[in-house]
């Protein structure tokens, strides 16, 4: 099925570090997701984009609704270690009854104290 | 906030057996739920879409026949593994929304093994 371009795939940083991450699509979407996925859970929803261009805050977080509508971005910033774990991302175009998410493949985020 | 529980978090079941999970919407009511399937370091697979008090649609390549959903109430929805088989070994997770919400929201998983 059709997947979303996530990178990095990984990343190896230290405590205290900004972080950022970002998604790209061929295809336009009306909803960009980022979700936070810790070993052996399911995902947590962490932010929620519905209008392009909007850029959307979340404590540490901050992401964007690229003015395209086939991008966004993740930063976190000053990293800690709670923040290990797998960070996707999902589309969706909301066209009729299609609700479907796309997602990403994932960066797994890797935080040294 | 909206809290989906997922039971078992993990189970192991020998070849041709059957396994039912079962996802539960604890403080509202899910209309859709959302049934997904991921293997190791990747992402998340969607297998069907089910509404309450219809039948499930299921995504290409997944076999009704295989993976039985029900979703006989708002606050419940069953995934049933039949004759299962050691690559039905997966981690099965379901997400639910309801009409109020505009995301669905995830339960904890099910780590399946297949023996």
């Known amino acids: 099925g059709q997947q979303l371009n996530q990178s990095p795939q990984s990343m190896f940083i230290q405590e205290g570090e900004d972080v950022s991450m970002n998604c790209t699509s061929s295809s336009i979407f009306n909803t960009w997701l980022w979700y936070k996925q810790d070993p052996g859970e399911g995902p947590v929803l962490l932010i929620a984009l519905y209008k392009a261009g909007e850029l959307t805050s979340n404590g540490r977080l901050t992401a964007q609704f690229g003015i395209t509508r086939k991008d966004s971005f993740l930063n976190i910033s000053a990293s800690i270690p709670s923040d290990v774990g797998i960070y996707f991302c999902a589309g969706r175009l909301n066209a009729g009854n299609n609700r479907k998410l796309i997602w990403g493949l994932g960066t797994s985020l890797a935080v040294n104290p | 906030g909206a809290v989906v529980s997922q039971h078992p978090s993990r189970v192991i079941c020998k070849s041709g057996t059957s396994v039912k999970i079962e996802c539960r919407s604890l403080?509202?009511?899910?209309?859709?739920m959302f049934w997904y399937r991921q293997f190791p370091k990747k992402s998340l697979m969607l297998m069907a879409t089910?509404?309450?008090?219809?039948?499930?649609?299921?995504e290409q390549g997944v076999e009704k026949d295989k993976f039985l959903i029900n979703h006989a109430s708002l606050t419940l929805s069953t995934l049933t593994v039949t004759s299962a088989h050691p690559e039905d070994s997966s981690f099965y997770i379901c997400?639910?929304?309801?009409?109020?919400?505009?995301?669905?929201?995830f339960g904890q998983g099910t780590r399946l093994t297949v023996v």
């Open positions: 997400s639910a929304r309801d009409l109020q919400s505009a995301e669905a929201f």
């Open positions: 403080d509202f009511q899910a209309t859709t």
């Open positions: 089910s509404n309450e008090g219809s039948k499930a649609t299921y």
